[in-house]
């Protein structure tokens, strides 16, 4: 079997569906339908059969909780029920919407843009963008290379390891003076 694939049926031809491999898509558990993980497809459904369900179904290349999620804010994965787990039935919801089409919505339409305040220097601490970039950087590095001019360092290696939508500002970090008089 392919590890943690979950399948309703026995194997067949058609179990996978039309899967083909490179595809780029997401994965979810069988108790919640919001994706964890961005994968490609390292087999073609009819790959996946033909293995007798063995073997390595996707690579993947990002999952909540990696290196990308700790550059921005924290985020945790929400909670989706599958269809057949609700505990609602389509006929409660189809009275609901008859009833909510109805009456007018008390929600607004609209917000204005302008009202909206996007704290975006809080949520980045430059110290913390500075102290990754400067490891990233430092791993780049060969030991040939060294000693080298911080400015070199800065522009050549430094700045290429920020992450591309943040500017590294060293003067709002607690490094902007030096420890040399």
């Known amino acids: 079997m392919l590890p943690g694939l979950v399948l ?12 083909e491999k ?9 108790s919640n339908r919001a994706p964890f993980a961005v994968v490609h497809t390292a087999k073609s459904s009819y790959d996946m059969f033909m293995s007798s369900g063995r073997g390595k179904l996707v690579t993947v290349y990002h999952i909540i909780g990696d290196n ?14 599958h269809p057949a ?3 609602v039935s389509q006929e409660n919801l189809g009275a609901e919407a008859a009833t909510a089409s109805g ?6 339409l609209h917000v204005a843009v302008g009202d909206l305040e ?5 949520a980045l601490d430059m110290d913390d963008l500075l102290r990754c970039s400067f490891l990233r950087a430092l791993k780049l ?26 500017n590294l500002d060293i003067k709002k970090t607690s490094y902007k003076r030096s420890m040399f008089p």
Request: charged share 15%; aromatic share 6%; hydrophobic share 30%.
């Open 85 to 87: 787990h609700s505990s």
């Open 103 to 108: 009456e007018e919505s008390q929600l607004p």
């Open 118 to 122: 996007i704290g975006q220097d809080d």
């Open 68 to 81: 990308i999620c700790s550059l921005g804010p924290p985020v945790s994965r929400p909670l989706l029920i």
């Open 141 to 166: 590095l060969k030991d040939k290379r060294l000693p080298m001019p911080v400015n070199v360092f800065y522009e050549q290696y430094l700045l290429t390891q920020k992450p591309p939508t943040s």
């Open 22 to 30: 490179g595809i780029l898509c997401s994965i979810i558990t069988s």
């Open 8 to 19: 309703d049926q026995p194997l067949t031809p058609k179990s996978f569906g039309g899967i």
